[in-house]
Each structure stands twice: as structure tokens, then as C-alpha cells.
């Protein structure tokens, strides 16, 4: 059975994270049920891809950065979890040809267009092009999302909304752009939710 793996931890840390966390979800319903998808948004932190383990009910494929595939255990690990190993140092042919390959097949990747954990005092990240020049080679939906609040156990800390799909255009610079722009929207209105959530506004 494909994915064994990722169904079951699914399975196992869904309610682990609904007790520990207390995550919000909104906007679950915009993720197309079927066809190429493409979850792009921001990158606060660590657990940020485990989180799609929460929401979606589809396997969602993580680029991930190849140093969590450094061994023989990991490899194995992330690989039955379906995630595709990117080298950030150099444009990863690699990686684009294994993601565009997902997609065809018409299946949903995740990938964070910041490139890395946001640790600055900038609200995003530059996105990176990776989103839309998938969903521009492929044709597939691109569907915004924001993750806000902290990763503080029992707390009412995490919201995590969803934007409506969308399809990209030609021009990938005006693309890049508006997908950083709804990004933002996204993570504005996650973060009033967060502060009302927790007393702050």
C-alpha cells in the first residue's frame, strides 16, 4: 500500500496535534479533492511540515531541504513520507523534475516559497519561483496558505488558513509577486485571529 507510512502517522499525530497544539484550520475546503495541486505559503518554523499532516486529506508531498535525507534511516523515513530532497545551494534539477513529475501524475506538493525558516524581523521572505513555475509548467492549482501563531504546547496558539485555488499566468515575475501577496493577506488575517484567540487585540 503506497504511503503506508504517511497514512499512518497521519492517523497516529492528527489527534496528538489537535490536544498538544489546538490548531486552527480554515479554508480546508479550497484544496481541490482531485487534479495537480500546489500548497505554497509561508515558513515560520520546524513543525511547519508535519502540520500537513493535519488539514489536507490528501497525501501532500514536502520539498524538503536535502540535510534531513543525510543518512540511510532518514532517507528511508522522508522518502515513505513522500518528500522530494532540494539542494538550496543550487538550482536542484533534481528536485524540479521529481516535483513536476508528482504533479503530472496529479498529485498535491507542499513547498515553503520563503526557502527557509523566516527567523528575521520581516514579515515574509522574498518567495523563491519554485511555486509558480511548477504550476506554470504543469497547469496545476496553486493554493495559498498561512501558518500563524507559535508552537507552544497547550496553548490556542496555531492558525493555519487556506486561500481559494488559483491558476497562474505566463509572466512568472507577476506571478511570484501575487502568490506573496495573497500569502500575506492569508497571514494578516491569521495573525488578528491569533491575537483575539489569545487576548492580545
Known sequence: MKYILYKFLRFILKPLFKIIF???????ENIPENGAVILAGNHTGNL??????????RIVHMLAKKELFSNKLSN???RSMGAIPVDRKIHDSNAKTEAIKVL??????????????NRTDEYLLPFKFGAVSFASKTGASV?????????????DNIIIIY???YKV???LEK????????VRKLKLKGDEIYKKRNGEG
Not at 506571478?175 to 495573497?182: D, G
Open 22 to 28: 489546538r490548531p486552527i484550520v480554515i479554508g480546508l
Open 48 to 57: 511547519d511540515a508535519a502540520m500537513m499532516l493535519y488539514g489536507p486529506k
Open 76 to 78: 528511508w523515513f522522508f
Open 104 to 117: 503530472t501524475e496529479g498529485d498535491v506538493i507542499g513547498i515553503f516559497p520563503e526557502g527557509t525558516v
Open 143 to 155: 493554493v495559498p496558505f498561512a501558518i500563524c501563531g507559535k508552537y507552544k504546547i497547550f496553548k
Open 163 to 165: 486561500g481559494k485555488p
Open 169 to 171: 499566468g505566463d509572466d
Open 175 to 182: 506571478e511570484n509577486q501575487k502568490l506573496r501577496e495573497k
